[in-house]
C-alpha cells in the first residue's frame, strides 16, 4: 500500500491520472488501438469514531439513500440482527434492532432496498420480503413462495464468493423485482412482482452468457448471475466472464456490453468435476471473479469492481491468498461506454463484503487483514468518486 495516501486521520483525497497518447477527458478518442484507458478518480477517507452502538468493520450487505441533509448507508449487522444507519457527512451510526420473534420478527437478511429512512424492503432466509419502518416494525410482508412455481427458486443473494443478485424496489412501477432460477430448465429470469394493486408477475428472461452459455458446473459456486437494476433496465453480469448485458423492461430491448479488462484475464477457467475442496480455492484464487455493475446516480455513470487471479504459493494461508487479491475499477458512462479502468490500492479492501454504490460514488469498507496500518475496530470508509468521463 501507498502508506502516503492513508496516514492522516481526516478525510483526504488522493488523485490517481493514468494518461493514455493522444488522449483526455474531453471526450476525444485515441487514433491507437489499445485497451488502455485514462481514468482519474478521487478517494475521499472517512474515519469513524467510535460509537455508542457495535457497528461492523464492513457490511456484506448494504444499500444506500439521499436524503437533503446527508447520504446515507443502511448495513445489516448480522452481529446483532440490526440495521445500521451510517450518515456519511456526521460520520454517526445509529441502530435499529430487529425482531427476531413475534409478529415483527425476521431471520437473517438477504437483501436490502432502502426506498426512505423510515421505509426499507428486506428479504429474509424464509423467502419472505418485508417493508419495514425505522422501528423494525413490519408495515407489509410478502410471501415468495406465493409468488414461485415448484420448480423455481428465489435468488436474492449478496455472497461475493458467489454471486450478487439484489432486491429492488421500482417506485415508479411500485414493483418489487428480484432473480429467480427455474431449476428444471437451469435458466434464470428476473420476477416483477407489483406491490400496491392487482396485476399479473412479469417475468424478464435472463440471457445466458455469451461467452460460457452453460456455467452450472465447474465454475465453483459462482453459477448464476449478478443482478442490479435502474428504473429503466436490468443490468447482469456474469461472475465467470467480463461481458455485460442489459434487458429495457419497457422495450425488451437486449444490449450485451463488451467490458474486457486490460489488467487481468476475462474468462474463467472451467474446473473438472469431483475434486477436492483445496483444489477448488486454489482454483478460485487463480482466476478473476467479476462482480454486478453498480449505477451512481449524482454522476449518471456506471461502474463494475472485479477481483484479478493471483499465482497460488503453497508457502501462504488461503486466506492471506485471498487478502492479497487486487480489485480494479471499470467505469461507463450513462450509455454504458467504457470511460476507463484502474487499479485500487492493494491489502485494503475486504474483497468479499467490501463495498456499495452510494449516491456520488462507491463506499469501500477499509477491512482486508494484510492492512498493516489500520488495525482498530473502528469503521473506515474510502468514498472512490470516478471523474472522467472519456470513452474508448
Known sequence: MNK???????????????????????????????????????????????????????????????TDSADFLVGYNYRSHSLD????????????????????AVTSLTGIYVHTLDSIWVSDESERIFLIDNTGKIKKAINLKDNLQDTEQSMINTNHAMFTSHLYYNKMRQSLM????????????????????????????????SIIPDISVGYNYMDAPNVNFTTENIIYNYPVESSIYILNIQTKQRRIITANSQYTANVVEKVEAGIDYPTLEKSRIQNPHFFDVMYIPELNMYARLHLGEIGFDEKREMGELMSARILYLMTFNEKMEKTGEIKLSEHRYNNFTGWSASYGGIALFVDNMLDEENDTDDLIIDMVTPKCSTTF
Open 85 to 104: 444507519y451510517i450518515n456519511l457527512k456526521s460520520k454517526l451510526i445509529t441502530q435499529t434492532v430487529l425482531f427476531s420473534e413475534g409478529p415483527d
Open 4 to 66: 502516503f495516501f492513508f496516514t492522516m486521520y481526516y478525510s483526504k483525497y488522493v488523485l490517481f491520472i493514468l494518461f493514455l497518447a493522444f488522449m483526455s477527458c474531453t471526450g476525444h478518442k485515441s487514433e491507437r488501438k489499445t485497451d488502455n484507458s485514462a481514468v482519474a478518480i478521487e478517494v475521499e477517507e472517512i474515519k469513524f469514531p467510535p460509537q455508542d452502538v457495535l457497528q461492523m468493520k464492513s457490511y456484506y450487505l448494504s444499500s444506500p439513500i439521499h
Open 178 to 209: 428480484f432473480l429467480v432460477k427455474d431449476l428444471s430448465a437451469k435458466t434464470f429470469m428476473v420476477r416483477e412482482l407489483f406491490v400496491d394493486k392487482e396485476g399479473k408477475n412479469i417475468n424478464y428472461e435472463l440471457s445466458p452468457s
